[in-house]
């Protein structure tokens, strides 16, 4: 059964750093989205793209964040400055019609 | 009224029970309704779509009341492996658009041996 996979399962990185998050979605689906999760409280949206922009954003999804579609199977997740209240569960999730499926999430720790 | 509530829990049952979750929505033009399960530091995983009345597979049985705007979950034969925090889900809307989803905490749900 084809599933969304990510990369890394875990990063950690110091405050200020950029990091990037990996997302591969499922071959046939045409909408992604970023959600996150921080410890203890429920996953929030981020972020939706289609059609290769953005479709819709949150008030989270400030201009420190943003996303890419690279080539024809990557969806990344870039943060350009780190801060510490960015540790969280950062899910990608996709969907072809209406069912949206997650990948098993990168944990972020921002030290 | 909040978009989506349901019973934080948590619920306590025993293996073999019989538990129902309930769920109301804000939204009637809502067409789409989904069941997540959450494991603690997981992903969530979708469990059940809802797009008509009702739907049924194998022990899971969810229904939908437009009229009250709720959805219920019902878990019959309750296993240890149950044991997870289940999420009710509106979008927005259906079709085209951005879709996301809206996410509240969830009912816990722990099965007892």
């Known amino acids: 059964e084809p599933e969304v996979t990510q990369t890394p399962s875990h990063q950690v990185t110091q405050m200020g750093q950029e990091v990037i998050l990996r997302c591969v979605p499922i071959?046939?689906?045409?909408?992604f989205y970023w959600y996150r999760q921080i410890l203890g409280q429920k996953v929030e949206f981020l972020v939706s793209?289609?059609?290769?922009?953005?479709?819709?954003k949150s008030e989270i999804f400030d201009d420190q964040f943003s996303v890419e579609r690279p080539d024809g199977s990557n969806f990344t997740l870039k943060i350009r400055s780190t801060k510490l209240e960015d540790s969280a569960m950062y899910f990608c999730?996709?969907?072809?019609?209406?069912?949206?499926?997650f990948g098993p999430g990168t944990r972020l720790t921002v030290t | 009224r909040k978009e989506v509530e349901q019973d934080p829990g948590p619920f306590n049952v025993p293996e073999g029970a019989t538990v129902a979750f309930n769920c109301t929505y804000s939204?009637?033009?809502?067409?789409?309704f989904f069941w997540y399960r959450q494991d603690c530091r997981k992903e969530p995983k979708l469990l059940m779509s809802?797009?008509?009345s009702g739907n049924e597979d194998g022990r899971f049985t969810a229904q939908l009341n437009r009229a009250s705007q709720y959805i219920s979950l019902l878990i019959r034969d309750s296993k240890l492996s149950d044991s997870a925090t289940y999420l009710c889900?509106?979008?927005?809307?259906?079709?085209?658009?951005?879709?996301?989803?809206?996410f509240g905490k969830g009912t816990k749900l722990s099965v007892i041996p």
């Open positions: 071959s046939n689906h045409l909408y």
């Open positions: 939204n009637s033009a809502s067409q789409s």
């Open positions: 999730a996709s969907r072809r019609v209406d069912e949206q499926y």
């Open positions: 793209f289609y059609n290769n922009e953005i479709s819709e």
């Open positions: 809802v797009y008509s």
């Open positions: 889900v509106v979008p927005p809307y259906s079709g085209a658009g951005s879709y996301q989803l809206t």
